[in-house]
């Protein structure tokens, strides 16, 4: 659809582009990324023929750029610009018919039915539609971009040229205007060239993106692909971390601040911050902790200050029990989205925790444990199910830095020494017969102060994961001993 080779040019014979070269193709979402100064608007006013270029070449439908008249021109391609240069006051349905123009003909440029079912078709489509009789210069910045955004539609182009089109839209109007734009892509072959500067939501939208720096490509990809962190920490010359999108497989770019003062302060975690009750054992931390757990609440990734394990009846069944932890975190003065927040039906008083330390980190770890629905993985088919109230739970405080990694290996090694410790006190599942692995409901809590000494690994043989080991192993025997001996005395 679009062809640009070897294009070179900028403005007053300085220099802004060198050597362009790529391709766009018909119905294809396109997005155009780099720095202030890249070259990104000079690039988009070239390949609409607003400003001529030095070198190189231009292409539409295999057609020359420079052979087209300005009306052929308008005909095939339309502008949404950064800004509005509207001087007068038009409503806002005479702003938009003025796409129609290139569509007429003759001295006397009469208004079709045609024309009117595009122009309020356009008009629909980004939601201006129910202001089309106000002025447009008594709109605000956002109502004015969707309206010219209706303009262009109204144009029919096959090529929609956009200069970032988000930058004055709410939440809900970027994503209707992207959804819109991609749905158009698809439905309709539009093809769709946009310059971003927000990252994510052109890894979220565009089938291709380019990278300008300097004005020169970079890179031309697929998003996950031009999206890398090396890459864009170079061109942009900032902190990022790349993390995939939680719902849909895009990349998902975050500006990491500089820390500065307290933030860079090692923090312990350790029994100073731990309450042991009869109704719950409660940990609070200073700083929110970057955690990975199966909690009722705070279960996936994200990051707390508060960690609760609460004591509940053998008996405990709630319809949604989602909904009532939150409520129980609430009347405790909790924020249940700032606490990771588990059950057990163990005795509290049975808990088991430990502090242990390595040259720049250290671990500490708390278990509570009991074996009354203990289950052999290998065999959990021949066992019906259950949502009893967790049996082991384990927490994990590491202080120190963890790599994305190093949370799942931390998890893989406390289960392996969980496993350890339930053979060697010959815990047997009573369905089976065999050694038990664990029980029913199990949960685990690996949490990080996220200062400090760098972890890239936990596997059982690195620094972190001998210190993971030894802690869950010693306070899952010590916690299953001391809630055999709390179930003797009763």
């Given at each position: 659809?679009?062809?640009?080779?070897?294009?070179?040019?900028?403005?007053?014979?300085?220099?802004?582009?060198?050597?362009?070269?790529?391709?766009?193709?018909?119905?294809?979402?396109?997005?155009?990324?780099?720095?202030?100064g890249?070259?990104?608007?000079t690039?988009?006013?070239?390949?609409?023929?607003?400003?001529?270029?030095?070198?190189?070449?231009?292409?539409?439908?295999?057609?020359?750029?420079?052979?087209?008249?300005?009306?052929?021109?308008?005909?095939?391609?339309?502008?949404?610009?950064?800004?509005?240069?509207?001087?007068?006051?038009?409503?806002?349905?005479?702003?938009?018919?003025?796409?129609?123009?290139?569509?007429?003909?003759?001295?006397?440029?009469?208004?079709?039915a045609?024309?009117?079912?595009?122009?309020?078709?356009?008009?629909?489509?980004?939601?201006?539609?129910?202001?089309?009789?106000?002025?447009?210069?008594?709109?605000?910045?956002?109502?004015?971009?969707?309206?010219?955004?209706?303009?262009?539609?109204?144009?029919?182009p096959?090529?929609?040229?956009?200069?970032?089109?988000t930058?004055?839209?709410?939440?809900s109007?970027?994503?209707?205007?992207?959804?819109?734009?991609?749905?158009?892509?698809?439905?309709?072959?539009?093809?769709?060239?946009?310059?971003?500067?927000?990252?994510?939501?052109?890894?979220?939208?565009?089938?291709?993106?380019m990278?300008?720096?300097k004005g020169?490509i970079?890179?031309?990809?697929?998003?996950?692909?031009?999206?890398q962190?090396?890459?864009?920490?170079?061109v942009?010359?900032?902190?990022i971390?790349?993390?995939?999108?939680?719902?849909?497989?895009?990349?998902?770019?975050?500006?990491?601040?500089?820390?500065?003062?307290?933030?860079?302060?090692?923090?312990?975690?350790d029994?100073?911050?731990l309450?042991?009750?009869?109704?719950?054992?409660?940990?609070?931390?200073?700083?929110?902790l970057?955690?990975?757990?199966?909690?009722?609440?705070?279960?996936?990734?994200?990051?707390?200050?508060?960690?609760?394990?609460?004591?509940?009846?053998?008996?405990?069944?709630?319809?949604?029990?989602?909904?009532?932890?939150?409520?129980?975190?609430?009347?405790?003065?909790?924020?249940?989205?700032?606490?990771?927040?588990?059950?057990?039906?163990?005795?509290?008083?049975?808990?088991?925790?430990?502090?242990?330390?390595?040259e720049?980190?250290?671990?500490?770890?708390?278990?509570?444990?009991?074996?009354?629905?203990?289950?052999?993985?290998?065999?959990?088919?021949?066992?019906?199910?259950?949502?009893?109230?967790?049996?082991?739970?384990?927490?994990?405080?590491?202080?120190?830095?963890?790599?994305?990694?190093?949370?799942?290996?931390?998890?893989?090694?406390?289960?392996?020494?969980?496993?350890?410790?339930?053979?060697?006190?010959?815990?047997?599942?009573?369905?089976?017969?065999?050694?038990?692995?664990?029980?029913?409901?199990?949960?685990?809590?690996?949490?990080?102060?996220?200062r400090?000494?760098?972890?890239?690994?936990?596997?059982?043989?690195?620094?972190?994961?001998?210190?993971?080991?030894?802690?869950?192993?010693?306070?899952?025997?010590?916690?299953?001993?001391?809630?055999?001996?709390?179930?003797?005395?009763?």
């Amino acid at each position: 659809m679009l062809e640009v080779k070897g294009l070179t040019g900028g403005y007053h014979n300085k220099a802004v582009l060198d050597s362009v070269s790529f391709d766009v193709h018909k119905g294809e979402l396109f997005g155009i990324l780099g720095p202030n100064g890249s070259g990104k608007t000079t690039l988009l006013s070239m390949l609409s023929g607003v400003l001529d270029y030095k070198g190189g070449s231009v292409r539409i439908s295999g057609r020359d750029l420079k052979d087209y008249s300005s009306k052929q021109l308008a005909q095939v391609i339309a502008v949404l610009p950064q800004h509005s240069s509207l001087a007068f006051s038009y409503t806002v349905k005479e702003t938009v018919s003025l796409g129609r123009y290139a569509h007429q003909s003759g001295w006397f440029h009469s208004w079709s039915a045609e024309d009117e079912s595009i122009v309020q078709r356009v008009m629909e489509q980004t939601g201006v539609a129910d202001f089309q009789d106000l002025h447009f210069d008594r709109l605000s910045g956002g109502e004015r971009q969707r309206v010219l955004l209706a303009q262009a539609l109204a144009q029919e182009p096959e090529i929609l040229f956009l200069d970032e089109p988000t930058n004055h839209l709410d939440l809900s109007y970027q994503k209707d205007l992207l959804d819109l734009m991609r749905k158009m892509a698809k439905e309709q072959k539009l093809t769709v060239i946009s310059i971003f500067h927000d990252l994510n939501l052109a890894g979220l939208y565009c089938d291709r993106l380019m990278l300008l720096e300097k004005g020169q490509i970079q890179v031309v990809d697929v998003p996950n692909e031009v999206l890398q962190q090396e890459r864009i920490q170079g061109v942009y010359h900032t902190t990022i971390e790349k993390h995939p999108h939680p719902a849909l497989p895009k990349p998902q770019m975050f500006i990491v601040p500089e820390k500065h003062g307290q933030d860079t302060i090692p923090l312990e975690i350790d029994d100073s911050y731990l309450t042991v009750g009869f109704e719950m054992i409660q940990l609070k931390s200073p700083i929110p902790l970057r955690t990975m757990s199966s909690g009722v609440t705070g279960s996936g990734t994200g990051w707390h200050k508060h960690f609760v394990n609460r004591h509940v009846h053998h008996g405990y069944d709630c319809e949604d029990h989602h909904v009532e932890m939150a409520d129980y975190l609430t009347t405790h003065g909790l924020e249940p989205q700032e606490t990771v927040g588990m059950m057990t039906a163990v005795f509290l008083d049975t808990v088991a925790f430990k502090l242990l330390r390595a040259e720049d980190f250290s671990v500490f770890i708390i278990v509570t444990a009991g074996v009354g629905n203990a289950i052999d993985a290998s065999l959990a088919d021949r066992h019906s199910w259950s949502s009893a109230p967790g049996t082991i739970n384990t927490w994990i405080f590491v202080n120190g830095h963890l790599a994305e990694e190093a949370y799942i290996h931390s998890i893989v090694t406390a289960t392996e020494a969980k496993v350890k410790a339930l053979h060697d006190l010959h815990v047997m599942d009573k369905v089976t017969n065999t050694c038990a692995t664990g029980t029913s409901t199990d949960s685990m809590l690996i949490a990080a102060t996220q200062r400090g000494a760098k972890l890239q690994y936990a596997g059982t043989i690195t620094p972190l994961g001998k210190l993971i080991s030894r802690g869950v192993y010693d306070c899952t025997v010590e916690a299953l001993t001391n809630n055999r001996k709390r179930i003797e005395e009763l």
